[in-house]
């Protein structure tokens, strides 16, 4: 940084790059590049979450993307905390692999508010884009089945981000105990004043119009549904949120 420059915040990315998903009797995660899922958890996170009746959990494997899909919610990479808050310290996050969650209801409804993106998933799925997976990425498809009508109730869709999220916790715990020397990449952010310059504001309209056309804010964990807070319960005001806030997962989109 130029000598009348500030660092405000300092922020650590360590990606840990999995180079195969397999299923196996419980979720792991290796630091040599194999995760592991169970579907051992569906039942009892369907039974522990109201309004969910089923929940599916399927490995896709690169290129098999010519199968069908419900309405996709989330691309949802799989990311913790090691040391400090959202927007500074230390962060781990896998490469790899994403969470895709999905929805529908018990009668075929999907889960969505003004289009749902039902189909064969390399028609309704853009890869390579920022927040979506690439060309040679795993996809762990999380799929869960709403009771009748509740795709459309903000209850319905809150309860199957809050199941992926415990689903996620898993790798998370495990993730945050990895060796920083490890990592396959490391990157390093700064939020920096620079004194003099002009001032940069960014706007983004997020969703806070009700049902699952919503956004969180300020979770724990990178990307996180658990521990946040609605915009529709902030009355849909104003936030600010730093650079490396943003680019450390504070906002999920709830969609």
């Not at 995660?29 to 995760?35: K, S």
């Not at 040391?83 to 692999?97: A, F, N, W």
């Amino acid at each position: 940084m130029a000598a009348n420059e500030q660092s405000l915040r300092r922020l650590v990315i360590r990606a840990f790059h999995m180079n195969e998903v397999v299923e196996g009797d419980h979720d792991d995660i290796t630091v040599d590049g194999v995760l592991t899922v169970s579907k051992s958890m569906c039942e009892e996170l369907a039974k522990k979450h109201p309004h969910i009746e089923k929940i599916d959990i399927n490995i896709i494997k690169p290129g098999e993307h010519d199968r069908w899909t419900n309405t996709i919610m989330d691309i949802i990479p799989i990311s913790t905390k090691v040391l400090g808050k959202i927007g500074e310290g230390i962060s781990h996050t896998v490469t790899g692999v994403y969470v895709m969650l999905t929805g529908v209801d018990t009668v075929g409804k999907q889960c969505h508010e003004f289009g749902s993106s039902e189909g064969i998933l390399k028609e309704q799925l853009y890869l390579n884009r920022a927040g979506t997976p690439g060309d040679n990425d795993y996809i762990i498809s999380f799929d869960v089945t709403l009771e009748q009508g509740m795709g459309q109730e903000r209850p319905g869709p809150t309860a199957a981000h809050a199941a992926c999220d415990e689903f996620i916790n898993v790798y998370r715990q495990k993730l945050k105990k990895f060796k920083g020397d490890k990592c396959t990449e490391r990157h390093e952010y700064h939020d920096v004043v620079r004194p003099g310059k002009k001032r940069v504001l960014i706007i983004r309209q997020v969703a806070g119009q009700g049902a699952m056309y919503d956004t969180h804010l300020f979770p724990q964990e990178p990307s996180s549904s658990e521990a946040t807070k609605s915009i529709i319960d902030m009355g849909n005001m104003p936030v600010i949120v730093t650079p490396n806030e943003y680019r450390d997962g504070i906002i999920r989109s709830m969609q």
